[in-house]
């Protein structure tokens, strides 16, 4: 018996999946049975067309950033002074100065109220925002000190209302990236040189 070792992509578009599911049928590889794809409040673009198809070909998703890399950690806020952790982290996501990181502000300002009118941390009302979704496997958190993890645990417990829900949806609405840059995909596909002009 051969023993094989399960597959997964990771920041695919759905089409991208698809073609690679079909691929591994035709050719009878062994196929993606998991996404990793980037999801949070502030990155929602997976649910238009990732979600739905990893769902149809019943594969995992294992998503990560659920903080969009700290910004609803509420490290970033409107009048805060720090810049990202980690010198690594592209300059696009975290240059207060651009139109769509001030709609991110935005939306993070709004969120802090919702969270502390739901009773809950900034932190507990975005992991469970990503990890209460139908078509979350899991989440990677990825803590680097305790006292986060600490932050992060009591999310698991957390089972939002429809009504949060609803609200969540009118600061974000379904399906939209507030910062396409976060999407972690389709930079190469959108740069000039691979348009037909």
Do not use: C
Request: glycine residues 8%; aromatic residues 6%.
């Amino acid at each position: 018996m051969v023993r094989t070792t399960p597959i997964g992509s990771s920041s695919y578009f759905g089409s991208q999946i698809v073609e690679a599911q079909w691929t591994s049928r035709e050719r009878h590889l062994e196929r993606f049975v998991t996404e990793q794809p980037p999801y949070s409040i502030l990155v929602r673009g997976i649910e238009e067309d990732v979600l739905p198809m990893a769902r149809r070909h019943g594969m995992g998703t294992l998503t990560y950033s659920p903080l969009s890399g700290g910004w609803l950690s509420g490290r970033y806020r409107k009048n805060a002074t720090e810049g990202p952790a980690s010198a690594a982290r592209p300059q696009a996501r975290f240059d207060m100065s651009t139109p769509a990181n001030q709609r991110k502000l935005d939306a993070v300002e709004r969120l802090a109220v919702l969270a502390e009118k739901s009773g809950l941390t900034l932190i507990e009302l975005a992991v469970a925002f990503v990890v209460n979704h139908p078509g979350v496997t899991s989440a990677i958190i990825g803590p680097r000190t305790m006292e986060q993890l600490e932050a992060f645990l009591p999310a698991a417990d957390v089972t939002l209302s429809s009504d949060v829900l609803d609200a969540i949806d009118e600061i974000v609405a379904p399906g939209v990236t507030v910062n396409p840059v976060d999407n972690s995909y389709g930079d190469f596909e959108l740069r000039a040189d691979q348009r037909r002009r």
